[in-house]
């Protein structure tokens, strides 16, 4: 007979007296062993060992951090993790974290406010992080934002939000994808490219649309008024509806996100243009659905889960006491050349279609 749920005898978790009773030795060997201390003999390690296996003796990690005076927790405050590349680095983040021995405690906020994220972080202080991940930052108005000095810091992003000198800096290099994308539209032959940009309070937006300008300047072409959305398909249709608006047309537009120019190319095509004919169209990002678009996106590609693997690995040997061999590093980005771009149909008059 099956025991249902309501009437099944609860499993007394096992102890570690369990364990040493099972091992015939003391709780303060079967500690030692636990917490991998010195001065224990190998056969009564091994002994204890296989005690635990028996029983299936799962230690208290509350316990031990009392003995050990380690959590082995890594705290992450995460920004629009519903989007492909901070879901795509969050899952980089857990799997390190894992293989090295540590859990992850996370906080998600879509708030950009220095107050609410200084809230997440003391929040993840309280539960006795060792270190702190600061994932897709944001630009904030005021004061460093606090952490202790005994908790290691990695930001994954394009610049430091805390006081601390030593405060780890890995990011994907997106001020050059924004020259790249640039560069690109402006070799074609358009005499400007316009820009579609992500959040204002977004680092991310900031970088690429640096790049974006800097480049213009540089060839001397005008710098056309920016419009901005929110990093959804939906955002980029509005945007680029937009855009349409504007005196002169675009031949050509850099897009701050592969999703935003899906839905850039979609209301181009409302508005009976196409792709690249028309309007070249360059993204950022190169999400997996990028290349097998009816018209395959020519992007920026960036490897976010190469920038959290690196990050982290640098964060565990920080919290670990040892010190990383350089802060800041940039992981270079990629051109993905596709179907989205092309010359201007007719130079002379690109910039009066």
């Given at each position: 007979?099956t025991v249902?749920?309501?009437?099944?005898r609860?499993r007394?978790?096992?102890?570690?007296?369990?364990?040493?009773?099972?091992a015939?030795?003391?709780?303060?060997?079967?500690?030692?062993?636990v917490?991998?201390?010195?001065?224990?003999?190998?056969?009564?390690r091994?002994?204890?060992?296989?005690?635990?296996r028996?029983?299936?003796?799962?230690?208290?990690?509350?316990?031990?951090?009392?003995?050990?005076?380690?959590?082995r927790?890594?705290g992450v405050?995460a920004?629009?993790?519903?989007?492909?590349?901070?879901?795509?680095?969050?899952?980089a983040?857990?799997?390190v974290?894992?293989?090295?021995?540590?859990?992850?405690?996370?906080?998600?906020?879509?708030d950009t406010g220095?107050?609410r994220i200084?809230?997440?972080?003391?929040?993840?202080l309280?539960?006795?992080?060792?270190?702190?991940?600061l994932?897709?930052?944001?630009?904030?108005?005021?004061?460093?934002?606090?952490?202790r000095?005994?908790?290691?810091?990695l930001?994954l992003?394009?610049?430091?939000?805390?006081?601390?000198?030593d405060?780890?800096?890995?990011?994907?290099?997106?001020h050059?994808?924004?020259?790249?994308?640039?560069?690109h539209?402006?070799?074609?032959?358009?005499?400007?490219?316009?820009?579609?940009?992500?959040p204002?309070a977004?680092?991310?937006s900031?970088?690429?649309r640096?790049?974006?300008?800097e480049?213009?300047?540089e060839?001397g072409?005008?710098?056309p008024?920016i419009?901005?959305?929110?990093?959804?398909?939906?955002s980029?249709?509005a945007?680029?509806?937009r855009?349409l608006?504007?005196?002169p047309a675009p031949?050509?537009?850099?897009?701050?996100?592969?999703?935003?120019?899906?839905?850039?190319?979609?209301?181009?095509a409302?508005h009976?243009?196409?792709t690249?004919?028309?309007v070249?169209?360059?993204?950022?990002?190169d999400?997996?659905?990028?290349?097998?678009?009816?018209?395959?996106?020519?992007?920026?590609?960036?490897?976010?889960s190469?920038?959290?693997?690196?990050?982290?690995?640098?964060?565990?040997?920080a919290?670990?006491?040892?010190?990383?061999?350089?802060?800041?590093h940039r992981v270079?980005?990629s051109f993905?050349?596709r179907?989205?771009?092309a010359p201007?149909?007719?130079?002379r008059?690109?910039?009066?279609?």
């Open positions: 007979m249902g749920p309501a009437t099944r609860a007394r978790a096992v102890s570690m007296a369990d364990v040493a009773a099972h015939q030795v003391s709780q303060k060997t079967v500690s030692r062993v917490n991998g201390e010195p001065h224990v003999r190998e056969e009564v091994l002994r204890v060992g296989a005690a635990i028996d029983l299936d003796y799962r230690p208290n990690a509350a316990a031990r951090s009392l003995v050990t005076r380690r959590t927790r890594i405050v920004l629009g993790t519903s989007l492909y590349g901070p879901r795509s680095a969050l899952t983040l857990e799997s974290a894992r293989a090295d021995g540590y859990s992850l405690s996370i906080r998600r906020t879509e220095r107050d200084q809230s997440a972080i003391d929040s993840l309280g539960e006795g992080i060792e270190g702190l991940v994932s897709e930052p944001m630009q904030l108005e005021g004061p460093p934002l606090r952490v000095s005994d908790v290691a810091v930001t992003g394009g610049v430091q939000l805390t006081g601390q000198e405060e780890i800096l890995v990011g994907a290099d997106e050059s994808g924004g020259r790249l994308a640039t560069e539209l402006i070799g074609l032959g358009h005499r400007t490219v316009h820009h579609l940009a992500g204002a977004w680092v991310s900031r970088l690429r640096e790049g974006w300008e480049v213009l300047v060839h072409a005008a710098v008024p419009e901005t959305g929110d990093w959804s398909p939906r980029g249709h945007a680029m509806t855009l608006e504007q005196s031949t050509a537009v850099f897009v701050a996100n592969d999703q935003m120019a899906i839905g850039a190319i979609s209301a181009l409302a009976g243009l196409s690249p004919e028309d070249s169209v360059v993204g950022f990002d999400i997996d659905v990028s290349e097998f678009q009816p018209t395959p996106l020519t992007t920026i590609r960036q490897e976010f190469r920038s959290a693997l690196q990050g982290m690995n640098q964060l565990i040997h919290i670990d006491g040892e010190t990383p061999e350089e802060l800041h270079p980005v993905a050349h179907a989205t771009t201007p149909l007719d130079p008059t690109s910039t009066a279609r």
